[in-house]
Protein backbone atom coordinates (compact mmCIF):
# COMPACT_ATOMS: atom_id res chain seq x y z
CA UNK A 1 0.00 0.00 0.00
CA UNK A 2 1.36 3.24 -0.52
CA UNK A 3 2.56 5.36 2.20
CA UNK A 4 0.09 8.30 2.93
CA UNK A 5 2.80 11.37 1.99
CA UNK A 6 2.29 9.64 -1.82
CA UNK A 7 -1.22 9.40 -1.82
CA UNK A 8 -2.11 13.00 -0.36
CA UNK A 9 1.28 15.09 -1.40
CA UNK A 10 1.33 15.54 -5.08
CA UNK A 11 4.51 16.09 -6.70
CA UNK A 12 5.38 19.43 -7.54
CA UNK A 13 5.91 20.39 -10.69
CA UNK A 14 8.29 23.56 -10.96
CA UNK A 15 9.40 24.81 -7.84
CA UNK A 16 9.48 28.84 -8.33
CA UNK A 17 6.62 30.78 -10.35
CA UNK A 18 7.91 34.01 -11.78
CA UNK A 19 4.94 35.88 -10.56
CA UNK A 20 1.02 34.93 -9.60
CA UNK A 21 0.00 35.09 -12.97
CA UNK A 22 1.90 32.09 -14.13
CA UNK A 23 -0.50 30.56 -11.49
CA UNK A 24 -3.26 31.18 -13.76
CA UNK A 25 -4.91 28.04 -15.29
CA UNK A 26 -4.84 24.43 -14.40
CA UNK A 27 -7.58 24.13 -12.50
CA UNK A 28 -8.70 21.18 -11.55
CA UNK A 29 -12.05 19.54 -13.43
CA UNK A 30 -14.00 17.63 -10.76
CA UNK A 31 -17.14 15.37 -11.17
CA UNK A 32 -19.86 16.53 -9.39
CA UNK A 33 -23.37 14.67 -10.20
CA UNK A 34 -21.94 13.12 -13.14
CA UNK A 35 -21.36 16.19 -14.47
CA UNK A 36 -17.91 17.55 -15.29
CA UNK A 37 -17.27 21.03 -13.41
CA UNK A 38 -14.14 22.77 -14.30
CA UNK A 39 -12.95 24.73 -11.47
CA UNK A 40 -12.19 28.04 -12.28
CA UNK A 41 -12.77 29.82 -9.20
CA UNK A 42 -9.19 28.47 -8.13
CA UNK A 43 -7.64 31.25 -10.55
CA UNK A 44 -5.65 33.74 -8.76
CA UNK A 45 -8.15 36.55 -8.57
CA UNK A 46 -11.48 33.95 -7.54
CA UNK A 47 -12.06 33.29 -10.64
CA UNK A 48 -12.34 32.58 -14.67
CA UNK A 49 -11.46 35.71 -15.68
CA UNK A 50 -7.95 35.99 -14.40
CA UNK A 51 -7.57 33.85 -17.75
CA UNK A 52 -9.00 36.65 -20.25
CA UNK A 53 -7.69 39.62 -17.93
CA UNK A 54 -3.86 37.76 -18.61
CA UNK A 55 -3.93 36.86 -22.35
CA UNK A 56 -5.81 40.05 -23.44
CA UNK A 57 -3.16 42.06 -21.50
CA UNK A 58 -0.44 40.45 -22.96
CA UNK A 59 -1.77 40.43 -26.36
CA UNK A 60 -2.28 44.41 -26.66
CA UNK A 61 1.02 44.64 -24.98
CA UNK A 62 2.84 43.20 -27.79
CA UNK A 63 0.71 44.63 -30.47
CA UNK A 64 1.69 48.34 -29.37
CA UNK A 65 -1.91 48.98 -27.95
CA UNK A 66 -0.60 49.25 -24.38
CA UNK A 67 2.52 50.57 -23.35
CA UNK A 68 3.91 51.51 -19.49
CA UNK A 69 2.92 54.24 -17.80
CA UNK A 70 -0.52 53.56 -19.62
CA UNK A 71 -4.17 53.27 -17.81
CA UNK A 72 -6.32 50.02 -18.54
CA UNK A 73 -9.83 51.02 -17.90
CA UNK A 74 -12.83 48.28 -18.37
CA UNK A 75 -16.78 48.06 -17.60
CA UNK A 76 -17.16 44.75 -15.16
CA UNK A 77 -20.12 43.68 -12.87
CA UNK A 78 -17.13 42.42 -10.64
CA UNK A 79 -14.86 39.67 -12.08
CA UNK A 80 -13.06 41.16 -14.77
CA UNK A 81 -12.43 43.84 -13.07
CA UNK A 82 -10.72 42.38 -10.24
CA UNK A 83 -9.09 40.17 -12.57
CA UNK A 84 -7.44 42.98 -14.69
CA UNK A 85 -6.56 45.02 -11.35
CA UNK A 86 -4.60 41.95 -10.52
CA UNK A 87 -2.47 41.70 -13.76
CA UNK A 88 -2.58 45.83 -13.85
CA UNK A 89 -0.98 45.81 -10.14
CA UNK A 90 1.46 42.67 -11.10
CA UNK A 91 2.73 44.84 -14.47
CA UNK A 92 2.68 48.44 -12.91
CA UNK A 93 -0.14 49.60 -15.05
CA UNK A 94 -2.71 52.16 -13.75
CA UNK A 95 -6.12 50.44 -13.45
CA UNK A 96 -9.90 52.07 -13.33
CA UNK A 97 -12.64 49.63 -12.92
CA UNK A 98 -16.25 51.09 -14.06
CA UNK A 99 -19.02 48.99 -11.79
CA UNK A 100 -22.63 49.44 -12.15
CA UNK A 101 -24.25 49.70 -8.78
CA UNK A 102 -25.54 46.92 -6.60
CA UNK A 103 -22.61 44.40 -6.93
CA UNK A 104 -21.03 42.66 -3.82
CA UNK A 105 -19.36 45.14 -1.49
CA UNK A 106 -15.98 42.82 -1.86
CA UNK A 107 -15.80 42.71 -5.34
CA UNK A 108 -15.48 46.97 -5.21
CA UNK A 109 -13.27 46.24 -2.17
CA UNK A 110 -10.96 43.49 -3.72
CA UNK A 111 -10.50 46.04 -7.08
CA UNK A 112 -9.15 48.51 -4.76
CA UNK A 113 -6.88 46.54 -2.85
CA UNK A 114 -4.80 46.03 -5.75
CA UNK A 115 -4.79 49.59 -5.89
CA UNK A 116 -7.36 50.47 -8.82
CA UNK A 117 -9.87 53.21 -8.75
CA UNK A 118 -13.69 52.16 -8.84
CA UNK A 119 -16.12 54.18 -10.34
CA UNK A 120 -19.60 53.02 -9.62
CA UNK A 121 -22.53 54.24 -12.31
CA UNK A 122 -25.67 54.55 -10.94
CA UNK A 123 -27.24 52.32 -13.02
CA UNK A 124 -27.50 48.26 -11.51
CA UNK A 125 -26.54 46.85 -15.29
CA UNK A 126 -23.21 47.23 -17.04
CA UNK A 127 -24.58 49.34 -19.87
CA UNK A 128 -23.41 53.10 -18.48
CA UNK A 129 -20.71 51.69 -17.26
CA UNK A 130 -19.54 50.41 -20.62
CA UNK A 131 -20.26 53.89 -22.33
CA UNK A 132 -17.85 55.62 -19.84
CA UNK A 133 -15.15 52.86 -20.12
CA UNK A 134 -15.04 53.11 -23.97
CA UNK A 135 -14.97 56.82 -24.03
CA UNK A 136 -12.32 56.75 -22.01
CA UNK A 137 -10.53 54.04 -23.69
CA UNK A 138 -10.32 55.64 -26.73
CA UNK A 139 -8.22 58.65 -25.64
CA UNK A 140 -3.97 58.66 -25.68
CA UNK A 141 -2.86 56.69 -22.69
CA UNK A 142 -5.45 54.60 -22.44
CA UNK A 143 -6.46 50.63 -22.84
CA UNK A 144 -10.11 49.10 -22.87
CA UNK A 145 -10.21 45.27 -23.16
CA UNK A 146 -13.69 45.80 -24.30
CA UNK A 147 -14.33 42.11 -22.90
CA UNK A 148 -17.97 42.15 -24.26
CA UNK A 149 -16.46 42.44 -27.71
CA UNK A 150 -13.00 41.46 -28.36
CA UNK A 151 -12.42 38.37 -29.91
CA UNK A 152 -9.20 37.74 -27.71
CA UNK A 153 -11.86 36.65 -25.69
CA UNK A 154 -13.14 34.41 -27.45
CA UNK A 155 -9.43 32.80 -28.89
CA UNK A 156 -8.58 32.87 -24.94
CA UNK A 157 -11.27 30.48 -24.32
CA UNK A 158 -10.46 28.24 -27.16
CA UNK A 159 -7.12 28.08 -26.87
CA UNK A 160 -6.47 27.97 -22.93
CA UNK A 161 -9.28 27.13 -21.16
CA UNK A 162 -10.43 24.99 -24.14
CA UNK A 163 -6.94 23.19 -24.89
CA UNK A 164 -6.38 22.16 -21.15
CA UNK A 165 -10.28 21.14 -20.77
CA UNK A 166 -9.80 18.71 -23.38
CA UNK A 167 -6.44 16.99 -21.95
CA UNK A 168 -8.17 16.60 -18.80
CA UNK A 169 -11.24 15.22 -19.91
CA UNK A 170 -10.75 11.04 -20.25
CA UNK A 171 -9.61 10.17 -23.68
CA UNK A 172 -12.43 8.14 -24.42
CA UNK A 173 -15.33 11.17 -23.43
CA UNK A 174 -16.63 13.45 -26.19
CA UNK A 175 -18.45 16.26 -24.86
CA UNK A 176 -21.78 15.76 -25.95
CA UNK A 177 -22.84 19.20 -24.25
CA UNK A 178 -21.89 22.77 -22.45
CA UNK A 179 -23.68 24.68 -20.34
CA UNK A 180 -22.15 28.22 -19.60
CA UNK A 181 -23.44 31.46 -18.14
CA UNK A 182 -23.72 34.50 -20.43
CA UNK A 183 -21.83 37.24 -19.42
CA UNK A 184 -19.71 38.59 -22.28
CA UNK A 185 -20.56 35.07 -24.19
CA UNK A 186 -16.31 34.53 -24.55
CA UNK A 187 -16.51 31.07 -22.52
CA UNK A 188 -19.81 29.89 -24.23
CA UNK A 189 -18.35 30.76 -27.73
CA UNK A 190 -14.43 30.39 -27.12
CA UNK A 191 -15.45 26.69 -25.26
CA UNK A 192 -17.99 25.73 -27.55
CA UNK A 193 -15.44 25.64 -30.38
CA UNK A 194 -12.63 23.73 -28.31
CA UNK A 195 -15.42 21.35 -27.39
CA UNK A 196 -16.81 20.92 -30.90
CA UNK A 197 -13.00 20.24 -32.48
CA UNK A 198 -13.23 17.11 -30.55
CA UNK A 199 -17.52 16.31 -30.98
CA UNK A 200 -18.60 18.04 -33.91
CA UNK A 201 -22.32 17.44 -32.47
CA UNK A 202 -21.79 19.24 -29.08
CA UNK A 203 -24.44 21.49 -28.11
CA UNK A 204 -23.88 24.60 -27.00
CA UNK A 205 -26.19 25.62 -24.75
CA UNK A 206 -26.48 29.50 -23.10
CA UNK A 207 -27.72 29.88 -18.97
CA UNK A 208 -29.32 33.46 -18.37
CA UNK A 209 -31.16 33.51 -14.95
CA UNK A 210 -34.37 33.11 -15.23
CA UNK A 211 -35.27 37.07 -13.93
CA UNK A 212 -33.18 38.42 -16.67
CA UNK A 213 -33.34 36.18 -19.64
CA UNK A 214 -32.52 38.88 -22.14
CA UNK A 215 -31.08 36.69 -25.16
CA UNK A 216 -34.44 34.17 -25.23
CA UNK A 217 -37.18 36.59 -24.34
CA UNK A 218 -35.93 39.99 -24.67
CA UNK A 219 -36.23 40.29 -20.90
CA UNK A 220 -33.95 42.57 -18.90
CA UNK A 221 -34.70 42.13 -14.97
CA UNK A 222 -32.72 42.52 -11.31
CA UNK A 223 -31.03 38.96 -10.69
CA UNK A 224 -28.65 37.62 -8.03
CA UNK A 225 -26.62 35.55 -10.77
CA UNK A 226 -23.81 37.83 -10.30
CA UNK A 227 -21.24 37.73 -13.46
CA UNK A 228 -23.49 36.59 -16.08
CA UNK A 229 -26.97 38.77 -17.65
CA UNK A 230 -25.59 42.36 -17.87
CA UNK A 231 -28.74 43.63 -19.41
CA UNK A 232 -27.91 43.99 -23.22
CA UNK A 233 -27.08 40.94 -25.38
CA UNK A 234 -22.96 41.19 -25.61
CA UNK A 235 -21.35 41.61 -29.10
CA UNK A 236 -19.91 38.57 -28.94
CA UNK A 237 -22.76 36.80 -29.12
CA UNK A 238 -24.28 38.64 -31.33
CA UNK A 239 -20.86 37.82 -34.06
CA UNK A 240 -21.47 34.44 -32.53
CA UNK A 241 -25.33 33.58 -32.47
CA UNK A 242 -25.40 30.79 -34.97
CA UNK A 243 -22.99 28.65 -32.77
CA UNK A 244 -25.27 28.62 -29.73
CA UNK A 245 -27.65 25.66 -29.79
CA UNK A 246 -30.44 26.35 -27.23
CA UNK A 247 -30.67 28.48 -23.99
CA UNK A 248 -31.37 27.77 -20.15
CA UNK A 249 -33.00 29.69 -17.59
CA UNK A 250 -32.29 29.15 -13.79
CA UNK A 251 -33.89 31.58 -10.86
CA UNK A 252 -32.06 32.81 -8.67
CA UNK A 253 -33.43 31.27 -5.71
CA UNK A 254 -32.31 28.20 -7.21
CA UNK A 255 -28.96 29.27 -7.63
CA UNK A 256 -28.31 29.98 -4.55
CA UNK A 257 -29.78 27.14 -3.02
CA UNK A 258 -27.43 24.87 -4.92
CA UNK A 259 -24.68 26.93 -4.42
CA UNK A 260 -24.95 26.31 -0.25
CA UNK A 261 -25.59 22.73 -0.95
CA UNK A 262 -22.14 22.80 -3.40
CA UNK A 263 -20.30 24.22 -0.36
CA UNK A 264 -22.06 22.07 2.40
CA UNK A 265 -22.20 18.67 0.59
CA UNK A 266 -19.14 18.86 -1.88
CA UNK A 267 -16.69 21.26 0.02
CA UNK A 268 -17.07 23.65 -3.08
CA UNK A 269 -17.02 27.41 -1.66
CA UNK A 270 -18.82 28.65 -5.12
CA UNK A 271 -20.71 31.87 -6.04
CA UNK A 272 -24.09 31.90 -7.23
CA UNK A 273 -23.82 31.44 -11.07
CA UNK A 274 -21.60 28.37 -10.28
CA UNK A 275 -24.88 26.86 -8.71
CA UNK A 276 -27.02 27.88 -11.48
CA UNK A 277 -24.42 26.28 -13.77
CA UNK A 278 -24.69 22.80 -11.79
CA UNK A 279 -28.71 23.06 -11.93
CA UNK A 280 -28.89 23.78 -15.90
CA UNK A 281 -26.24 20.82 -16.19
CA UNK A 282 -28.57 18.50 -14.41
CA UNK A 283 -31.73 19.55 -16.66
CA UNK A 284 -29.99 19.50 -19.47
CA UNK A 285 -29.38 15.37 -19.14
CA UNK A 286 -32.59 14.78 -17.33
CA UNK A 287 -34.22 16.36 -20.40
CA UNK A 288 -32.10 14.61 -22.99
CA UNK A 289 -30.91 11.42 -21.55
CA UNK A 290 -29.27 10.95 -24.63
CA UNK A 291 -26.46 13.83 -23.64
CA UNK A 292 -23.90 11.47 -21.43
CA UNK A 293 -20.90 13.95 -20.90
CA UNK A 294 -22.04 17.24 -20.02
CA UNK A 295 -19.52 19.91 -19.36
CA UNK A 296 -19.86 23.10 -16.95
CA UNK A 297 -18.50 25.39 -14.83
CA UNK A 298 -17.72 26.99 -11.39
CA UNK A 299 -16.63 30.25 -12.45
CA UNK A 300 -16.05 32.63 -8.92
CA UNK A 301 -15.15 31.66 -5.66
CA UNK A 302 -17.90 32.16 -2.42
CA UNK A 303 -16.08 34.33 -0.20
CA UNK A 304 -16.85 37.64 -1.34
CA UNK A 305 -20.80 36.27 -1.15
CA UNK A 306 -20.16 35.50 2.15
CA UNK A 307 -22.27 38.62 3.61
CA UNK A 308 -24.97 38.65 1.33
CA UNK A 309 -25.88 34.86 0.41
CA UNK A 310 -24.61 32.55 2.78
CA UNK A 311 -25.68 33.94 6.20
CA UNK A 312 -28.27 35.87 4.74
N1 LIG B 1 -20.05 33.39 -14.04
C1 LIG B 1 -19.42 34.37 -13.39
C2 LIG B 1 -19.45 34.41 -11.90
C3 LIG B 1 -18.78 35.36 -14.10
O1 LIG B 1 -18.18 36.38 -13.43
C4 LIG B 1 -18.78 35.30 -15.51
C5 LIG B 1 -18.08 36.37 -16.27
N2 LIG B 1 -18.64 37.65 -16.14
C6 LIG B 1 -19.45 34.29 -16.17
C7 LIG B 1 -20.06 33.33 -15.39
C8 LIG B 1 -19.59 34.23 -17.66
O2 LIG B 1 -18.45 34.41 -18.42
P1 LIG B 1 -18.42 35.13 -19.81
O3 LIG B 1 -18.17 36.58 -19.58
O4 LIG B 1 -17.31 34.49 -20.55
O5 LIG B 1 -19.73 34.95 -20.53
Redesign the pocket.
Known amino acids: MATLAAEVIPQSRSAVTHNILDAIGNTPLVEVDGIYCKCEFLNPSG???ARIAHYIIARAEREGLLRPGDTIIEAS????GNALAMVAAVKGYKMQVVMPNGMSSARVAISRAHGAEVILTGDFHVNEALAIAEEYGRKPGYFCPR?FANEW?VEE?RRWLGDELLRQLPAEARPDALV?????????IGLGQALRARNPDCQVIGLEPAESCTIACAEVGHHQI???ADGFIPEIIRNHRNEVDGLISVASDTAIEEMRRLANEHGLLV?P?SGAHLVAARRIRENNPALKTIVTLF??EGEKYLAEYYNA
Request: aromatic share 0%; with cysteine.
Open positions: SIKSGNTQNNCGIGTGGTLEGIGSCD
